[in-house]
């Protein structure tokens, strides 16, 4: 090649140069040969040159849940069967060697039932019982709908400059660790076959996951945020700088309507990140950074900006709230920048630091005479304000010095009015708004705001196992309400999914409220918020449960007394979090004297919230424990064959708290048929200690029947108990089949 394209240079240069052929001109030409044949080279096809490619997977799910003993939080859902099937298509595009095309499509099938076309316009509307709906791939009740995954984009490529743009439903980012990044320590089992895994077989599958875990990186521990809108990633320029834009729509904290009569403000459905609805705000990011800093680091400086269109105080469902709850309308956008610096000090030392400010802009809407018809406010009528900005600092260093023992640290520091909604100060898939609570496992599993502490790793491997040992102090840095969030770990997805309920997508609503019986009660909650405050659906803290993505969580206020919540008086405390884990596995393959894997993992955590500092929550009889919890999962995982794997679990998570109580409203029944009877209600509060114990046995296996093709297959079954409160109890069954084939 490099000799026909230097002789096409000769020849074509010899001829423009015939009328003077002097010496110096050719020499000049022989002088850039080198030069123009490379030029000419990257700018044809080699070998390894793909000018279009297709890849991707077809999947077919099977899941099936039956609800032995029902609780009324799922009286709507005793026994439900989902079919569905997902095709999904990358395609990629090379016209030369400096441009790369892509798009990104995926097309989610439903075989379980037929569909009524009103619900694509009426997403909340319930449907009858002679009608059937798509719930598995949508958070709303619409029809066809796009995997979050498609988008389209193109990268350009040349010499010191290379950069991509893509736009779509969802892009997966990140930028600071307190701008735009997702964080969970959380352990990934086996056990829970993913809906995103990528291709691999089921041999790697085990050993990445059980045999010799994967610990940071890749799709096992995501940190990326996902938007939907146009994203620009300039990842090569001169003098080793990088750099990344974005315009997006604030989908998962929207403050107004999606079509201009609902207020949902959480986790949009697909087809909503398309820009069908306005969600009357913008998501500004930006991002600089120099790479090769002291060789080893790199240095950036971020900005992550959200605001919200004036025009909402139009909406009646956004004005109204504020006005019946006697408060003033008013608008909060968010300001973030950041200065952080990562990378390896020293080859065997780590650091990640990111310091960050917060700024909050209010609009604050007064009422003008000009505006009658929309009870006298208008997007012009308001002044703003400027909150004192906050300074947030995060650190993370992992020390491996101490060979086959590494040390990861993380120190944080969040006062109480930091917000950054996009970082991991926000508790990731349940989005907190701006919510005085407190979480539990809060520093060590996720961060919110108003909080510092430490939290330190240990991460042994030796021989035919592992070990991890996880222990985290934090405390708020000053007074916050007594309202406190859990999650359920052990079987909170299957909950998630089995509901059939809507609400079940947006953390404003009680997860049960979408398909909830009205003439029956439906989770019997303890008491939170009570407060007029809360008629605000952002600022919504009453106890109950809530859902995210395929996550329950429960909330409750820890009061001291019925007097208390008779006088809507919300107790406060700088409260602490303590949280303890052991993890570890061990191949027991040798003692039957077999190669084949067969691993033994074990994971056992216990945690709580107090008000006064407990190195280690071991009861929740301890001074102050406001909320306790023990989670423990034993997963044994067997080689059967390098193609046949099989995998069980035996969970048990025990929750309790001295300071639940729970709400009655009773009627006195009279009839409003005159002015001379009404009716008559009364709040009554009883002490309701929570006791929760759920237990979990299950067997499955997964199947490489064939190249490129798997099959996942689990069996389930849980129960919880409510020990104070018996009618929350419930036994369920769970089954699941997933055939995955890759092309």
């Not at 998501?283 to 002291?294: C, E, N, P, S, T």
Request: negative net charge.
């Amino acid at each position: 090649m490099r000799k026909l394209v230097s002789s096409f240079l000769i020849a074509s240069c010899a001829a423009s140069v015939w009328a003077t052929p002097t010496q110096v001109k050719l020499d000049s030409i022989n002088a850039s040969l080198d030069t123009l044949s490379n030029n000419m080279e990257s700018t044809l096809l080699g070998k390894d040159d793909l000018p279009m490619a297709v890849s991707g997977f077809m999947a077919f799910r099977v899941k099936n849940f039956h609800y032995s003993n029902t609780s009324p939080a799922f009286a709507s859902d005793k026994a439900r069967t989902a079919i569905d099937a997902v095709f999904k298509a990358n395609i990629v595009a090379m016209p030369n060697s400096y441009m790369t095309l892509w798009s990104n499509i995926a097309f989610p099938y439903d075989l379980s039932g037929t569909f009524g076309n009103k619900y694509a316009t009426q997403p909340t509307e319930v449907p009858t019982y002679d009608e059937r709906v798509l719930y598995d791939h949508s958070t709303d009740y619409y029809s066809t709908t796009i995997d979050e995954e498609f988008n389209v984009g193109v990268d350009i490529r040349a010499g010191v400059f290379g950069a991509y743009v893509t736009a779509g439903g969802v892009i997966w980012a990140n930028g600071s660790p307190l701008t735009m990044w997702e964080r969970e320590t959380a352990p990934r089992f086996a056990w829970q076959y993913e809906l995103f895994e990528d291709e691999k077989t089921v041999s790697t599958y085990y050993k990445e996951k059980v045999f010799k875990p994967v610990k940071e990186g890749g799709r096992a521990f995501w940190t990326n945020r996902s938007f939907g809108g146009l994203f620009a990633n300039v990842y090569q320029l001169p003098y080793n700088m990088k750099a990344q834009f974005m315009v997006s729509q604030p989908m998962d904290m929207d403050m107004g309507t999606r079509d201009g009569l609902r207020l949902y403000a959480g986790q949009p459905g697909e087809l909503e990140t398309y820009g069908l609805h306005d969600m009357r705000g913008a998501v500004y990011h930006g991002r600089i950074a120099k790479d090769k800093l002291f060789e080893t680091m790199t240095l950036g400086a971020n900005y992550m900006g959200v605001v919200f269109d004036k025009g909402i105080i139009y909406e009646d469902e956004f004005r109204n709230q504020h006005i019946t709850a006697g408060l003033t309308p008013s608008l909060l956008n968010t300001h973030v920048v950041s200065l952080d610096i990562k990378g390896n000090i020293t080859p065997k030392l780590y650091l990640m630091a990111d310091v960050a400010v917060s700024i909050t802009d209010s609009v604050n809407f007064y009422k003008s005479d000009e505006a009658a018809q929309t009870h006298g406010y208008a997007e012009d009528a308001y002044t703003t304000g400027t909150a004192n900005p906050q300074v947030g600092v995060y650190v993370k260093a992992q020390s491996k010095h101490i060979e086959g023992w590494p040390i990861t640290v993380e120190g944080i520091y969040l006062p109480k009015d930091f917000y950054s909604p996009y970082s991991l100060s926000n508790p990731s898939r349940f989005t907190s708004w701006r919510k005085d609570e407190m979480y539990l496992n809060g520093g060590s599993l996720r961060y919110t705001p108003n909080m510092m502490g430490l939290n330190l790793k240990l991460e042994p491997t030796f021989n035919r196992g592992y070990f991890d040992l996880q222990y985290g102090q934090h405390r708020q840095v000053e007074e916050g309400m007594d309202v406190l969030v859990f999650n359920y770990r052990l079987n909170g997805r299957n909950m998630w999914e089995s509901t059939n309920s809507w609400t079940k997508h947006k953390p404003i609503f009680w997860a049960d409220s979408g398909n909830a019986d009205p003439k029956a009660s439906g989770y019997v909650a303890r008491t939170g918020v009570l407060e007029p405050g809360t008629g605000i659906k952002l600022r919504r803290q009453k106890g109950g449960l809530y859902g995210g993505t395929w996550e329950m969580w429960e909330s409750f206020v820890a009061y001291q007394n019925t007097d208390q919540i008779r006088s809507k008086e919300v107790p406060s405390h700088a409260k602490w979090s303590s949280y303890l884990s052991f993890m570890g596995g061990y191949d027991i393959g040798h003692w039957f004297g077999t190669d084949r894997n067969i691993m033994m993992t074990g994971y056992a955590a216990i945690s709580g919230i107090s008000t006064t500092i407990a190195p280690i929550a071991y009861s929740e009889d301890q001074t102050d424990m406001l909320l306790w919890s023990f989670y423990g999962q034993f997963e044994p995982a067997i080689a059967v064959h390098p193609k046949f794997h099989v995998v069980g679990i035996f969970g048990l998570e025990n929750i309790r708290s001295k300071y639940a109580y729970t709400s009655y409203s009773v009627s006195n029944g009279l009839s409003k048929t005159s002015d001379m009877y009404n009716e008559v209600s009364t709040d009554y509060y009883a002490y309701a200690p929570i006791n929760y114990l759920e237990t979990a046995i299950g067997l499955g296996f997964d199947w490489d029947f064939a190249d490129r093709a798997g099959l996942h297959v689990r069996y389930k079954w849980m129960t919880h108990s409510d020990e104070t409160l018996s009618v929350n109890d419930w036994h369920s069954h769970y089954i699941a089949a997933e055939t995955k084939v890759w092309f």
